[in-house]
């Protein structure tokens, strides 16, 4: 909002609530939101704009990193969404074939992917049957393991070892974000190399993402919330999809792993952590 100039304290006031990992908060915080008629709401995950959508139908909501606004009822289209909501799709759907292509290219003989996911996400119904049909086309399979709590990480890599994963693929989702730190370190004490959806989880330690930059979400937020700032309606802005989508690995990562990261991967990457 500053490189829009707009100075916080000065045209606007920020009112934060955070769920702090636990979705089941959400709609009690959306709703404290609307108690305060703020004049936006801000949703940073699918789950946080279900909640803000369950609350209102008034207060303009603008949201990013979700796969598909149309199928998750949140927009009538992308390019007329209608309603009091708009923002940014991060098309994570449409990654994940590329996603595997290029874990695939670094472990040439991967056969099986563990996805890390919360099951109290309806999104993940989108999640998981987009990476086994990823998975199958690649001679790959995958099984679902869930953490909807931070206590049953572990748990959960124990059931993935058990089951005999070669690699985790993680879901986009809010509360396993807040643990990308303790996901990464999990991952790389099972052994197993880590495809993500953010580069924050590979500068927590992850292996390699591929997906959104989310610098240039931040900024395409700000410029929606300044637009309706200005009067515009939320209906009336279609919901953009990312033009900038980053390869990130790193090599700590995958040196610890024993893995060898081919040359071609590393001229293709965006940015490589050592």
């Known amino acids: 909002m500053g490189d829009l100039g707009y100075i916080r304290g000065t045209h606007f006031i920020l009112v934060e609530r955070f769920a702090d990992g636990r979705a089941d908060r959400l709609p009690e915080l959306a709703t404290e939101l609307v108690k305060l008629n703020v004049d936006l709401i801000y949703a940073s995950s699918p789950q946080a704009v279900a909640a803000a959508q369950g609350a209102t139908t008034r207060i303009p909501i603008v949201f990013e990193s979700v796969t598909d606004p149309v199928e998750a009822g949140f927009a009538d289209s992308l390019a007329h969404p209608g309603h009091n909501i708009t923002g940014l799709s991060n098309v994570s759907s449409d990654l994940n074939s590329k996603r595997l292509q290029f874990l695939k290219e670094m472990m040439p003989k991967l056969t099986r992917v563990a996805l890390l996911v919360n099951s109290t996400n309806r999104f993940t119904a989108i999640f998981v049957p987009s990476m086994r049909a990823a998975a199958e086309s690649i001679g790959m399979r995958t099984l679902n393991f869930s953490a909807a709590k931070p206590q049953e990480l572990e748990s959960a890599f124990q059931s993935m070892i058990q089951w005999g994963a070669e690699a985790v693929a993680m879901s986009s989702d809010a509360s396993l974000w807040s643990e990308r730190e303790r996901i990464a370190q999990l991952a790389l004490k099972c052994r197993l190399p880590s495809l993500c959806p953010f580069s924050g989880y590979v500068e927590a330690g992850a292996l390699m993402s591929y997906g959104v930059d989310r610098w240039f979400e931040y900024r395409k937020v700000a410029a929606y919330i300044r637009d309706i700032f200005r009067g515009a309606k939320p ?16 090599r700590k990562t995958a040196k610890a792993l024993e893995l060898t990261i081919p040359r071609l991967l590393l001229i293709q990457a965006d940015k490589v952590i050592d």
């Open 235 to 250: 209906g009336d802005l279609p919901i953009e999809q990312p033009t900038q989508i980053d390869l990130v690995i790193n």
